[in-house]
């Protein structure tokens, strides 16, 4: 069972939870389909952040709850916003620091990820969606265009054609679509979508953290670099872990055919 944390009191627009290893964060702004404010924005960095440095949590799971994800950044919020405000505020920089969070995130959603919402999913490491799940870049309808990494990540995962024709056309896709180009990992009925991501988390948790750590971080440097600095930068990772504990045990247990006693070390 979930245990409520007693940190989710600091939080309007948040919900937190924790379950074994896993940590729970669910934006909770139901009247406004989750809109992504700036004031959201500041505590959901917050709870991840703090999951982050936790020993305790090994993996994280970010949902919107069991109807939507988040239908984009706070459009009432922006309308009437300058360029030089966007500019001097620059509060799509606070969303990079989900890119720099250390642990996996698996991202749980149902209903619609839209706009701000689509990024916020694409910044999660994993992504299982409910067969209600409706994913869109439709930032063209209101005369812009994604601005939380929609551009660049949509196209990584989707490749160029699919991601022009998503953006230029704002056009939504559920999540058959999403799995067929590659966006998600999983289809589930919706209401398993919160336990399916649980499970998966749970997983990776149960896992030696530093090896998962370092894991997440050579598959992330694919990302920004050559194939011959990717796999340098891999291999230098991979030596580095023979400084764990957890190496030790792992092929120790591995010739006593006993399973490993990992201590996260
Ligand atoms: N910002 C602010 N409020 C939003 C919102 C958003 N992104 N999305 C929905 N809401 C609000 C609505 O205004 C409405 O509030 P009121 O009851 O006060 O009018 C409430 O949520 C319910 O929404 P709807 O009545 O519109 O619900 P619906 O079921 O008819 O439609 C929807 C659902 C198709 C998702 C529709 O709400 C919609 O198109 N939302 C906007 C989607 C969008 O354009 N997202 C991109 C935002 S820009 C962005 O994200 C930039 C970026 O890259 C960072």
């Not at 669910?26 to 992504?36: I, K, S």
């Not at 698996?106 to 619609?112: H, M």
């Not at 919402?117 to 812009?144: R, S, T």
């Not at 998962?212 to 694919?222: D, N, Q, S, T, Y």
Request: proline share 4%; glycine share 8%; net charge negative.
């Amino acid at each position: 069972m979930a245990i409520p944390l007693h940190r989710q009191t600091q939080y309007q627009y948040l919900l937190v939870s924790q379950e074994g290893r896993v940590g729970t964060v669910q934006l909770n702004r139901p009247d406004v389909l989750n809109a992504l404010s700036p004031d959201l924005m500041i505590e959901l960095v917050d709870a991840l952040e703090v999951f982050d440095a936790d020993n305790q949590i090994g993996c994280i799971v970010l949902t919107g709850g069991p109807k939507v994800f988040a239908a984009g950044a706070d459009i009432k919020r922006m309308a009437n916003a300058s360029a030089i405000d966007m500019l001097t505020l620059d509060q799509l920089a606070r969303w990079d620091r989900i890119r720099k969070l250390h642990k996996p995130v698996v991202a749980a959603i149902n209903g619609y990820a839209l706009g701000g919402g689509c990024e916020l999913a694409m910044m999660c490491d994993m992504i299982i969606a409910g067969e209600n799940a409706k994913f869109g870049q439709p930032e063209i309808n209101i005369g812009v265009i994604p601005g939380a990494g929609g551009t660049q990540r949509l196209t990584r995962a989707v490749g160029k054609a699919k991601a022009m024709e998503l953006i230029l056309t704002g056009r939504l896709f559920d999540a058959q679509e999403a799995l067929s180009m590659g966006l998600i990992n999983t289809i589930t009925p919706p209401e398993l979508t919160m336990e399916t991501a649980q499970q998966l988390a749970q997983t990776i948790a149960e896992k030696p953290a530093v090896a998962v750590r370092l894991g997440k971080e050579a598959i992330l440097k694919a990302f920004d670099t050559t194939m011959e600095g990717g796999l340098d930068y891999e291999r230098k990772l991979f030596y580095l872990l023979f400084a764990s504990e957890d190496q030790k045990e792992g092929m120790q247990a591995f010739m006593e055919k006993r399973a490993p006693d990992w201590t996260n070390a």
